[in-house]
């Protein structure tokens, strides 16, 4: 919200002494995010003056129009003489006023103007447009053309004020009355300690029976429609100056008078309003949800499809507008052939979350819904409309009709019960019932009782809910600044869980295999269930959805990490970053089988554990997962040699990191879910009380599921259970007995079926050959027809040590005898060559 200091001086009388500086400090310390005070014309230096076009001379030849002028700037020149003034610019004509810059002054940007010959002429100035003078866009698109009753020779910086100081505040979501003149003069008038001129306290005709007939089909999505109408417009009339640098220094640009007006007191009071083209409204006015499908042209020239929780106003056509967010085009005030010479003037309160919903749902935010959707203060409606209809009557010579609209849903003031000392126990600072009072009068709360207070909430605060907001007010008018530092006193020697701890060892060493992490946003729509290939009832299709999600295409909070992992490898792909190797850890959530409401924890004690359980039963399930993705090179080719393709191995391997942190033995064999390859997916599983537990998968992702999502070919990815993978674990891992004593290495060579998982023949040779083996690899999977059609070979090297004595060769060959036995037993592995 930008906030001309010129403007806000109208409601309250700030010292003349205060800058725009110590208004930002005093607002900052009330609460607000001032974020900068813009020096308007600080640069700008005169003379600056009205002068009027006498002649205009085409001179050609060149590659571009030129014009040589002559100007009336009366006396400030120093001579009455006309100016002579060589201008590219073609908006203008003979005999209009324009604004005219003198040699000696210095625009903007440090632009000194001086007299200089070109295109053969000596142009003694400059003819200005509104962004040569730092006003931004006008709406002419060229020179300014002043009207033709301000005289010549007038300073143009007080005529156009061009110095003023403008505060920039970004408005909280809980803020919305901030979002006007009226709010933040409030706010400024409490800071200051000053009366507040409130630019809603006006004069309001009573509703009566004559005013446009308005039918609210919705009560519940309006609660509030304001209809009145103005006749006898002048369709040439325009925005006075005042009026349109207002509306250019809070940030918008200017149109037509009736839309200004509307612009107007939308930041003024912070009501937004819509004006009609009368003659192009037919019937009635109504207020209801759109039918499935229909059609409506906003006034941004798009063509949308409506949808069932869409409110729209519409007439005896159907739609004309998408209630509080735009109007249609088909009852657009004409501008262009000035032909409207009658309007209706809408003031209305709708829903905030439904107004949200519409705005995100066709990705269409405007002023009002941007305001209706943080709330807008109901009451307010009917002088906003009174406020324009003045405005019109002044400004293009119309006549207020008689007949006042006004549609009201019963509704009572909302009222909150609060100890008068609750501030107190919040901030730990002891205010006083007398302070509390004052401040919460200051709001604009109607207070009574002793020591319990009934607050009656004004109906522009409807972020004031519950006796905690109420203490933020008081809290945070009598200065945060003031409240006292205490250091909480936590219980000495927990330090980190074990399942923080083993988070932190498992980001180190994922990021020491060359991983990036990549936090991602927890929402997900469920259209990626489809494109991950996932069975109907597959688990993770039951998801968690929000009430009022970010985007309306992710509404339900994920159950998976890779749409978020993978959609960061897409959008790093995209950009040239091939070779990708990223992971994340983080939350899935799952729903509770049983629905629970969550209690509202107190904040003057210590929850109870009863309090806290009941709030944690009501929340979803929430484990903690890890998972990574590949793409393109894993080992990048060089002089040193040949690169690798990332491939389901590495995604594998992931998996085994993760499980060597956390002092678990992982179970890889063979699998098939989802979005993995079925031929190239392995199922990760672990031991919890001498039962496997499936964890996760890791391998390369599907062809079609990477072709659906844009992938390269071969991406690889492993997600799994961190949660369940610390369950099997053992504790904190322990570091390896060193042995001084030689290693004595054995290779054997087993011939199983094609059908046996490697996993299942390693398991039987680490338990055959006992407390000797320090470790096993495979080195090598080789298949012929020598073996037979359904055979492979499996390579293993098996490293004994003892960490007594060295180990004698028999003893070497005894122990793997004896895990080549056990691995006979049980997967009918065949010593090759034997």
């Not at 207020?287 to 229909?294: D, I």
Request: net charge negative.
């Amino acid at each position: 919200m930008r906030v001309p200091l010129s403007w806000l001086r109208e409601y309250v009388d700030l010292p003349a002494t205060e800058t725009g500086r110590d208004v930002q400090a005093k607002l900052i310390s009330a609460g607000l995010e001032v974020e900068t005070v813009e020096q308007l014309g600080a640069d700008l230096k005169g003379p600056l003056v009205v002068g009027q076009v006498l002649t205009i001379e085409e001179l050609e030849g060149f590659k571009k129009p030129i014009r040589f002028c002559t100007v009336d700037v009366g006396t400030a020149n120093g001579t009455g003489e006309p100016q002579e003034i060589v201008c590219g610019a073609r908006n203008f004509a003979v005999g209009d006023k324009v604004v005219v810059v003198l040699p000696g002054a210095v625009l903007p940007g440090n632009f000194a103007i001086a007299a200089r010959k070109t295109y053969g002429k000596t142009s003694h100035g400059m003819i200005c447009s509104g962004d040569e003078l730092g006003m931004g866009d006008d709406g002419s698109g060229g020179i300014i053309v002043l009207p033709p009753e301000v005289e010549v020779g007038t300073d143009a910086i007080e005529l156009l004020q061009l110095v003023d100081e403008v505060l920039d505040i970004a408005v909280t979501p809980d803020r919305g009355y901030c979002l006007s003149l009226r709010g933040i003069a409030r706010e400024a008038a409490i800071a200051y300690g000053l009366p507040l001129r409130d630019p809603a306290l006006l004069d309001v005709p009573a509703p009566n029976a004559f005013g446009y007939p308005v039918q609210v089909g919705d009560p519940a999505g309006c609660d509030r429609f304001t209809a009145r109408t103005v006749t006898g417009l002048d369709p040439e009339a325009r925005s006075p100056i005042w009026l349109r640098r207002r509306l250019q220094k809070a940030g918008m640009r200017p149109i037509s008078l009736a839309v200004d007006i509307t612009n107007y007191v939308m930041l003024e009071l912070g009501q937004p309003l819509h004006a009609y083209d009368r003659s192009r409204v037919q019937g009635a006015i109504g207020v209801r949800r759109a039918e499935q499908g229909e059609k409506l042209t906003t006034l941004d020239g798009v063509k949308r499809t409506l949808d069932a929780e869409d409110l729209v106003i519409t007439d005896d056509r159907g739609p004309i507008g998408l209630a509080g967010v735009m109007g249609g085009a088909n009852t657009e005030i004409d501008d262009t052939e000035g032909t409207t010479t009658e309007v209706v003037v809408e003031a209305a309160h709708f829903d905030a979350i439904s107004i949200a919903r519409t705005a995100r749902r066709h990705k269409l935010a405007s002023e009002a819904s941007k305001r209706f959707e943080r709330g807008v203060d109901p009451q307010a409606a009917s002088a906003a409309a009174q406020r324009t209809v003045d405005l019109l009557v002044l400004l293009a010579g119309g006549t207020a009709d008689a007949g006042v609209t006004e549609v009201i849903a019963p509704s009572a003031p909302h009222t909150i019960t609060i100890p008068a000392n609750h501030p107190d126990k919040v901030a730990g600072v002891d205010y006083g019932r007398e302070t509390v009072v004052r401040r919460l009068q200051q709001v604009g709360c109607d207070v009574y009782g002793q020591d319990e207070l009934i607050v009656t909430v004004p109906s522009w605060r409807p972020d004031l809910t519950d006796p905690n907001d109420l203490a933020e007010e008081v809290i945070r008018l009598e200065g945060y600044e003031n409240l006292p530092s205490t250091l909480p006193k936590p219980p000495a020697g927990l330090g980190l869980t074990g399942r923080q701890r083993l988070h932190r060892r498992i980001g180190r060493a994922l990021a020491g295999a060359g991983y990036v992490e990549a936090l991602n946003y927890p929402f997900i729509g469920e259209h990626v269930f489809d494109q991950f290939g996932l069975a109907a009832d597959d688990p993770k299709r039951k998801v968690v959805k929000l009430v009022n999600p970010l985007s309306d295409e992710e509404p339900a909070l994920r159950t998976t990490l890779l749409p978020g992992l993978l959609g960061a490898l897409r959008r790093n792909d995209g950009r040239g970053s091939h070779d990708l190797a990223l992971f994340e850890t983080g939350l899935v959530f799952h729903p509770q089988r049983e629905l629970r409401v969550a209690g509202r924890l107190p904040v003057d004690r210590r929850p109870t554990d009863e309090e806290i359980a009941s709030l944690t039963a009501a929340l979803p399930f929430q484990p903690r997962h890890a998972a990574v993705v590949l793409a393109g090179a894993r080992e990048q080719a060089g002089w040193w040699g040949k690169g690798r393709p990332a491939d389901w191995a590495d995604a594998v391997e992931a998996a085994r990191i993760l499980a060597r942190e956390a002092g678990t033995e992982l179970l890889v064999r063979s699998g098939q879910y989802g979005p993995w390859h079925p031929g190239r997916c392995a199922e990760l599983a672990v031991l919890v009380d001498g039962t496997e537990k499936v964890i996760g998968y890791a391998g390369e992702l599907h062809p079609g599921v990477l072709k659906t999502l844009g992938l390269a070919p071969r991406t690889c990815a492993m997600e799994l259970d961190l949660d369940a993978l610390e369950e099997a674990s053992a504790g904190l891992p322990k570091g390896p007995k060193i042995s001084t004593f030689p290693v004595a290495t054995q290779d054997v060579a087993l011939v199983v079926s094609r059908e046996i998982p490697h996993a299942d023949v390693e398991a039987a040779l680490r338990e055959g050959a006992g407390e000797l083996l320090e470790s096993i690899r495979l080195f090598d999977v080789y298949e012929s027809e020598q073996l037979g059609e359904d055979k492979k070979s499996l390579a293993y090297a098996l490293r004994f040590r003892a960490t007594d004595r060295t180990l004698t060769v028999d003893e070497a060959s005894a122990a793997r005898d004896a895990a080549v036995a056990l691995a006979a037993e049980r997967t009918g592995a065949v010593l090759r060559g034997a």
